[in-house]
Nanobody
Framework: QVHLVESGGGLVQAGVSLRLSCAASGRTFSTYAMGWFRQAPGKEREFVARISVSGNIKIYADSVKGRFTVSRDNAKNTVYLQMNSLKPEDTAVYYC?????????????????WGQGTQVTVST
């Protein structure tokens, strides 16, 4: 069992940066790959980024590649999403999620545990 709590969201202007954090409880955090997803009003939840257990493998959605960076600190049971050059289309609720499997890594249905989400709003 993993309990996830996101933080770091807010209202920002386009072009600035934000760093989201996802704190996990439970001693098994280091055995889960971690993903970030987002959901904008009226849209389906979409994949943003994923980091492997060791942190060596990172996968990004094309829409955020080059702007967002996912990282993790297993000693702190925390995963991060550094978001640079934010755009209004990045506005969404951002969720972190934990996954024991290594297949269909962009599919939200594959992730076992989810946080409650943190709102990111980017204004023009």
């Amino acid at each position: 069992q993993v309990h996830l709590v996101e933080s770091g969201g807010g209202l920002v202007q386009a072009g600035v940066s934000l760093r989201l954090s996802c704190a996990a409880s439970g001693r098994t955090f280091s055995t889960y790959a971690m993903g970030w997803f987002r959901q904008a009003p009226g849209k389906e939840r979409e994949f943003v980024a994923r980091i492997s257990v060791s942190g060596n493998i990172k996968i990004y959605a094309d829409s955020v590649k080059g702007r967002f960076t996912v990282s993790r600190d297993n000693a702190k049971n925390t995963v991060y999403l550094q978001m640079n050059s934010l755009k209004p289309e990045d506005t969404a609720v951002y969720y972190c999620a934990a996954d024991l499997k290594t297949t269909r890594v962009r599919d939200a249905a594959e992730y076992e545990f989810w946080g409650q989400g943190t709102q990111v709003t980017v204004s023009t």
